[in-house]
């Protein structure tokens, strides 16, 4: 394997979408990126640890099948029927986002924990592979966030009046440090995608190697949160459902709005975090942290 040919390949100046544009052109496999995915296995490749050393995210194919999806989508339901009745407000001090779906119905839109409600997900965090992504980070005490920072997250965007979101600013996730008082650790956020989401149905946007750049980087450049404007040098990802991203904790990203309104329009992804550095679990009497309090009032 030619690592240097690779290294030019994958550099991000390689990278040809342009904001506003979709990313693949017409006729074209919409699920193809201007990027190399990967497969998840037994251990990380060279190519792969140079991928995103220097562009702060990778993308895995087929992390979990289709039934598998599916099977979770379902269970997404019960949980949230749950979480309506009993009215809940916060899980674990983290605001849940409730809103409203095509049909008229009470949805959540942004759980928090919802591991620690279900054996479903709380599995998923136990398939042995996610283990194999800390050697992104390579320190000794790497862990799977089940009870830190909002454990596992699922986020379900769709766009209506109705819905609470439909979208989400510019930030970096390694903020989150900050806001709980500590230095800013290494930290991975995992995504595992529950629809296909071709990056013109909005989405995620990164913009590749904002990742070590320093901390004025980290801190200043964008409006946390309040800016959604393109940026000329980000990205969006084709995903299918069952794929698998992640990306540095101090990588510059945000969701974009689906041009689309209504069914079309809904995104359903999950989020853990691979933790380094103190442990800081939540629980019952935990307080919203600031930046769980602004993911929950912006961003309709
Ligand atoms: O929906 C996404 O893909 C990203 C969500 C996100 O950035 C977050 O919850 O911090
Ligand atoms: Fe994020």
Not at 68 to 76: F, G, N, P, Q, T
Not at 116 to 144: T, V
Request: aromatic share 10%.
């Amino acid at each position: 394997m030619d690592l240097n040919g690779l290294k030019e390949g994958v550099s991000t100046a390689h990278f040809t979408n342009e904001p506003n544009e979709n990313g693949h052109a017409k006729g074209k496999d919409p699920f193809r990126n201007d990027y190399p995915v990967f497969q998840l296995a037994e251990k990380l490749t060279p190519e792969q640890k140079i991928f995103f050393d220097k562009n702060g995210f990778i993308h895995f194919k087929n992390f979990i099948s289709r039934e598998k999806v599916a099977d979770l989508l379902k269970e997404s339901e019960a949980i949230q029927n749950e979480w309506v009745n009993k009215d809940y407000k916060t899980i674990n001090g983290v605001p849940i986002k409730y809103g409203t779906d095509v049909n008229g119905k009470k949805i959540v839109q942004r759980f928090a924990f919802i591991n620690k409600h279900s054996e479903k997900f709380a599995e998923l965090l136990r398939d042995a592979r996610l283990k194999n992504l800390f050697d992104f980070i390579g320190a000794d005490d790497c862990r799977i966030g089940e009870n830190e920072k909002d454990g596992l997250v699922f986020n379900h965007y769709i766009n209506t009046n109705e819905s609470n979101y439909s979208q989400l600013g510019w930030h970096t996730d390694a903020l989150r440090d900050i806001f709980q008082g500590q230095k800013i650790m290494p930290m991975l956020n995992v995504g595992i995608h529950l629809d296909n989401s071709t990056t013109d149905n909005g989405g995620l946007r990164i913009i590749p190697g904002t990742h070590n750049k320093g901390i004025g980087t980290m801190l200043f450049k964008k409006a946390y949160f309040i800016s959604h404007k393109p940026d000329k040098k980000e990205i969006g990802l084709n995903v299918e459902a069952g794929d698998l991203t992640v990306h540095d904790g101090r990588l510059w990203h945000r969701v974009a709005r689906s041009p689309f309104t209504g069914e079309k329009s809904r995104r359903r992804v999950m989020y853990v975090p691979i933790i380094t550095g103190k442990f800081n679990p939540r629980n019952e009497n935990s307080k919203p942290l600031l930046y769980q309090r602004l993911i929950s009032i912006t961003n309709k």
